[in-house]
């Protein structure tokens, strides 16, 4: 047996022993310290016969590697066992609580207006916005509802001066007229924000939300209006169909005028929508008026289109199921938690509008 | 508008159900707001007979007394009316039904420790009259229905109409039936020529004075003389009381009954109150009459009265007077169908406070061409029922009533309505409707009806002809999805991006009412100007809000009330700078209140502070694309902040236009609100005045530089006078050479021992960088020292050795 056989076979049992790290060490040191014995044999290559001296290189290497890993591989065993034991005596209680942190919440109202957004931005509608204090032409005259109508009387308007020449706006609508007088047809808008009427019970507040819409062109007609509208409606309720009732009604800035009703029906206390046999009113619309065109100047006889306008607030207690609409501005930090979203939600056409 | 598919049907011939009536109506624009049967509590109120009676054992005033309800059934009722006795014949009402009057369901009840098996009603209760003395008492023609149900059988429910204000003809039930009929729900009932074939003279003279802004154009009127006005016949007390309305006298009745019916208000004074003839004349101002309403009116100048030698009898189409009022004693009546001007109504009505049935009839617009219609009708009525004598018809005008045409060209309607009908359709439709119709070619010449007010061009027809035809064959056509034009604008990007940028720093969204309780609005308001709502719901209520704080730190309290303790809220939206539109700028305003890791384990808790709200302020609009690095902050701000410890932020040093203020609220208005906790801190980010970020993503993104070569940093540790303020330390510091300094942060700072007295340490840590070359020592001891000499230099600090 040659001494490399030897050798490889004497340490090769020593290290399958069990071995402490000094052990080890020593194993090391006896094979490859200055004097090691594989160092050793390294030192006789140059003196071996020319024709055996590459075996014997190549024999010695290999014994090398394999003795070298082995004790490697022994080190890492016993530190990361060194380090285990040590890990078991840090063990903590993982069920204790995380590090505070704390959550906002984005605004049913607002989620709902940015839903409304995405729902029209994806048909080309742009979103307009026009001033909570209006003058009295913007919010009636210029729509058709001069002084004196009776119209005006479903409006129950705050005025801020005597003469009721400024007033917070009762409607949306307004924002036609500012978006038709600062611009040229085609106007495709949709213009959320809010509205103000002196009413207060437990279905209106003094404050509340509208979305206006606004599609004026050449040839737009009712049909288009319909279709918009069922779309918007089928899209916000996530639904693939929809009860959609329209109905004759009045309202001076659009003629013919329709209010649009859609199908419910309730199930264990909760409101289903899109099905059965009862009716929801949910928005007024129709075709713009042709007195409404004529006051922001635009050609009645080439243009011609539609407006609604939507309760935001309604829409949001629809499709949340949320009860009481005073609740919306009362500011419990309890409800805002229950019904507000997280700020990192944000409805889109690609996303989606919900989670 | 309440109307019953009974009334209905004098003036229309169908078969058709109630139900299908419901949604006809719906249909046609005739909204049914809601449908409630009266018919099956009426059929509870039976005729009976007091058969015997006993004191009340316990009650002096009150009666038992032993009721025949019919088929030998007694009932045994309680009963305080002085006119009960034995043999009256008078109503019963049994448990469970509801008096009319108060809305009040019986029940079985103990009076005095008897039971008493329901009531006998009064008039009054019963909505019959006002008579409230004592019970009903029925005449012996009663006794054979005994055990009957006293009110007509009505299968007809009470259907309550909302009925939009462009539609006056619509407040009659003969207008309700002509539209129904016109979309082919039965047939319109002829109406029966009912002139007054009279020779009698009309001696009593009426004028109309011509004057600027006469509010009355036509004044027609009758006389009828010698009548005597009793209850009404049952027919028409069981008419109005089937609608809810309660029956009065006859003539009252008749004329209430015309109004329903074909939507013709009409007044009847008592003629020999009458002081030498009418006069429908402008009101002086000054004037004062008493009113139908028991109430006395003072009159301003132009409103339309009608009035006499004496003064003012009635305000025309809105109310009488009681001076002329028709009472059961009268004798001679002088009947008036006159037509009075919307505007004229209106503006009378809304400066007295005024609304009546006439008033909201007359202010939409009466049928002008219904004058002597409804003079026949109801002068017919009171004959045959009052007797009398009926004078000439005479009618006073100071206007004729022109006719609308209009000439529709029929093209229109598809244009509008997306769908076809055919001419022969739509002419049907009209002529149902009413028009007078001439076929032109394409183009149809129309004369409109007198009673259509809200129809004066071509769009009016189209709607006329979709409404009747019906909107369900109006088409959808699904919408294009194309966008030409962006959604948001940057401006409404930038909000977008703040709100959910505030939101996502643990702040909860509110939206609160945009005005304010005035005392709320004064603790924020500063130097603004308070804008007052003239007509607030509520002195709450009463101002636009100056300041989102006000409504915030209301409801912050309410919640600290509920037990919450650490809270955060706020809010995007107007504050107002004065009350023309457009002065109200964007604001988001948020409330921080209480600690942070209030009760951890983990961590220490401390109290919310400024620099709490500064990182909120400033992570925000970092987020939102600002640098950082050009803020400029200074601590003048409002009166509301603490002086001390609050700031004021510019995106910049130019400090242009505030973009922020931050800061703990004004201690003595916590004390003041009574606010209760540990600290509450706020901020407010004004958004007009925020340059929109020049940069897009587009231009951030384009170009990628750093620096591989080593960087260093180094402390310095000043000591400076108590009001350098650390952002002037860091400014110098970071213009001594911008290309190598990277970074400056201040990492200590300290007052007291070893610090002389209003001095301070402040740490400072640089990093330095060369994006060319590693530094050696020698580039870096350079830079040291000419840090420390600009700072000692420019800030008079000494560096702490």
């Known amino acids: 047996m040659s001494d490399l056989k030897k050798i490889k076979d004497e340490f090769l049992s020593k290290l399958k022993g069990k071995l402490n790290i000094a052990e080890i060490n020593q194993i090391k040191s006896d094979l490859f310290g200055k004097s090691g014995l594989i160092s050793t044999q390294f030192k006789k290559i140059a003196t071996i016969a020319e024709s055996e001296r590459k075996k014997f290189a190549s024999d010695l290497n290999i014994v090398k590697d394999e003795l070298q890993d082995l004790i490697s591989s022994k080190i890492n065993e016993i530190e990361s066992n060194e380090i ?23 605004h049913p109202v607002s989620q709902t207006i940015d ?118 409606i089928k899209e916000f309720f996530e639904v693939d169909k929809i009860k959609m009732r329209f109905r004759p009604s009045h309202f001076p800035f659009t003629e013919p005028s329709a209010e649009v009703d859609i199908g419910y029906e309730m199930k264990d206390g909760k409101i289903i929508i899109g099905e059965g046999n009862q009716w929801l009113e949910i928005l007024g619309c129709g075709m713009v008026h042709p007195n409404v065109l004529k006051n922001v100047k ?27 609409l005073r609740a919306f501005f009362d500011c419990d930090y309890r409800w805002l938690n229950h019904f507000g979203f997280d700020p990192l939600d944000v409805p889109s056409n690609y996303r989606g509008l919900s989670r | ?56 054992p316990n009650a002096d005033r009150l009666k038992v007394c032993d009721v025949n309800i019919g088929e030998n059934e007694i009932k045994k009722v309680v009963c305080g009316a002085e006119n009960a006795k034995e043999g009256l014949l008078t109503i019963y009402a049994p448990p469970g039904a509801i008096i009319p009057k108060t809305k009040t369901k019986l029940v079985v009840a103990k009076i005095r420790g008897v039971t008493s098996y329901g009531m006998l009603c009064s008039e009054s209760e019963l909505n019959l009259s006002n008579e409230s003395d004592g019970i009903t008492e ?111 006298s006859a003539i009252v009745d008749i004329t209430n009954y015309v109004m329903l019916d074909i939507n013709r208000p009409l007044h009847a004074y008592d003629a020999d109150k009458i002081e030498k003839g009418i006069i429908v004349r402008n009101s002086k101002s000054g004037e004062e009459f008493t009113a139908l309403d028991n109430k006395n009116y003072k009159l301003e100048n132009g409103m339309c009265v009608i009035s006499d030698n004496k003064g003012v009898l009635g305000l025309g189409g809105i109310i009488g007077g009681t001076r002329s009022g028709t009472e059961f004693d009268t004798k001679n009546i002088l009947l008036e169908s006159a037509y009075f001007e919307p505007g004229s109504i209106r503006n009378t009505a809304k400066k007295l406070n005024l609304d009546t049935d006439a008033k909201f009839r007359f202010e939409r617009g009466i049928d002008p061409l219904s004058i002597e219609d409804g003079l026949n009708k109801a002068a017919k009525l009171i004959k045959e029922i009052c007797g009398g004598a009926i004078s000439k018809i005479d009618i006073q005008k100071i206007e004729t009533y022109k006719t609308k045409k209009i000439i529709f060209d029929t093209n229109i309607f598809e244009k509008i309505s997306g769908f076809k009908i055919s001419l022969k359709e739509m002419i049907k439709i009209l002529e149902d409707l009413g028009f007078e119709v001439k076929k032109d070619k394409k183009r149809l010449k129309l004369v409109v009806p007198s009673w259509r007010p809200d129809i004066s061009q071509e769009v009016d027809i189209v709607e006329e002809l979709v409404r009747i035809s019906g909107y369900e064959k109006i088409k959808y056509i699904e919408p294009i999805k194309q966008r030409k034009k962006s959604t948001l604008n940057k401006y409404q990007k930038l909000f977008h991006f703040l709100q959910r940028s505030v939101a996502s720093k643990g702040y909860m969204e509110a939206i609160t009412w945009s005005f304010t309780d005035k005392r709320y609005n004064d603790y924020f308001r500063d130097t603004k100007k308070e804008i007052k709502i003239i007509n607030p719901i509520s002195s709450e209520l009463g101002v636009l809000r100056n300041s989102i704080f006000s409504n915030l730190i209301l409801y912050i309290n309410k919640n600290l009330d509920r037990g919450f303790k650490d809270l955060s809220i706020f809010e995007i939206g107007p504050v107002f700078d004065d009350s023309n539109p457009g002065e109200q700028n964007t604001v988001v305003c948020g409330l921080s209140a209480g600690k942070k890791s209030r009760l951890s384990w983990i961590e220490k808790d401390r109290n919310v502070d400024v620099f709490d709200v500064k990182r909120d302020v400033l992570q925000t609009l970092v987020e939102a694309g600002y640098d950082s690095e050009k803020f400029f902050v200074d601590s003048e701000t409002p009166s509301y902040y603490h002086p001390g410890k609050s700031g004021r932020l510019f995106l910049n040093n130019k400090k242009n236009q505030i973009a922020a203020y931050f800061g703990e609220i004004h201690p003595n208005i916590l004390k003041q609100i009574d606010i209760k906790t540990e600290a509450l801190v706020g901020f407010e980010i004004f958004m007009e005045n925020l340059e929109l970020p020049k940069k ?72 330095i960088q060369s994006s060319e070359r590693t530094l050696n020592d020698n580039d870096l001891e350079k830079i040291n020292n000419l840090i420390i000499k600009t700072v000692e230099n420019k800030t008079g600090a000494k560096i702490r050795s």
């Open chain 2, 1 to 56: 508008m309440i109307i019953t598919f009974d009334w209905l049907k004098d003036h229309l011939k169908t078969n058709l159900k109630e139900k299908n009536l419901l949604e006809q109506l719906t249909n046609i624009g005739l909204e049914v707001e809601s449908v409630e049967s009266i018919s099956a509590n009426n059929e509870l109120f039976k005729v009976a007979e007091i058969i015997k009676i006993e004191k009340h």
């Open chain 2, 138 to 248: 029925l005449t012996m023609e009663f006794r054979k229905s005994i055990g009957k149900s006293y009110f007509s059988k009505s299968k007809s429910n009470l259907i309550d109409l909302s009925i939009t204000p462009n539609r006056p003809d619509c407040l009659g039930i003969r207008g309700i039936a002509r539209d129904l009929a016109a979309s082919g729900f039965g047939k319109l009932v002829d109406l029966e020529e009912k002139k007054i074939h009279s020779k009698n003279k009309h001696t009593l003279r009426v004028k109309i004075n011509k004057e600027k802004g006469q509010g009355c154009n036509v004044f027609g009127s009758c006389l009828i003389t010698n009548v005597k006005n009793c209850e009404s016949p049952k027919w028409l007390k069981d008419k109005l009381i089937s609608i809810g309305q309660k029956p009065i």
């Open chain 2, 696 to 767: 897009t993503q587009k231009d951030l993104k384009v170009k990628f530089s750093f620096s591989d070569y080593q960087k260093s940093e180094r402390d310095f540790a000043f000591i400076v006078n108590k009001e350098v303020k650390a952002q002037d330390l860091i400014n110098t510091i970071s213009n001594v050479d911008k290309s190598l300094i990277k970074k400056v942060r201040v990492f200590d700072v300290y007052e007291g021992d070893n610090i002389p007295e209003n001095q301070k340490s402040i740490a400072i840590s640089v990093t």
């Open chain 1, 84 to 106: 285990n034991k040590k890990l078991e005596k840090e063990k903590i209680d993982i069920t204790l609580p995380e590090r505070p942190f704390v959550r906002g919440k984005i």
């Open chain 1, 115 to 232: 839903e409304i957004s995405s729902i029209f931005s994806e048909i080309g509608f742009s979103v307009e916005e026009g001033p909570d204090v209006e003058n009295e032409y913007n919010n009636f005259t210029a729509l058709n509802t001069p002084e004196n109508h009776p119209a005006r009387d479903m409006h129950d308007t705050f005025y801020l001066d005597e003469k009721k020449q400024k007033l917070l706006r009762t409607h949306t609508s307004p924002v036609q007229i500012r978006t038709m007088l600062k611009g040229k047809p085609p106007f495709k808008i949709i213009a959320p924000g809010r509205t103000y009427r002196s009413d207060s019970d437990q279905t209106h507040s003094p404050m509340f939300h509208q979305v206006e819409g606004l599609h004026i062109d050449k040839n737009i007609n009712m049909g288009h209006l319909k279709g918009c509208l069922n779309h918007f």
């Open chain 1, 298 to 324: 635009v050609d009645s006889s080439k243009f011609q289109g539609y407006a609604f306008g939507i309760g935001i607030d309604r829409l949001a207690m629809l499709k949340y199921g949320i009860n009481d």
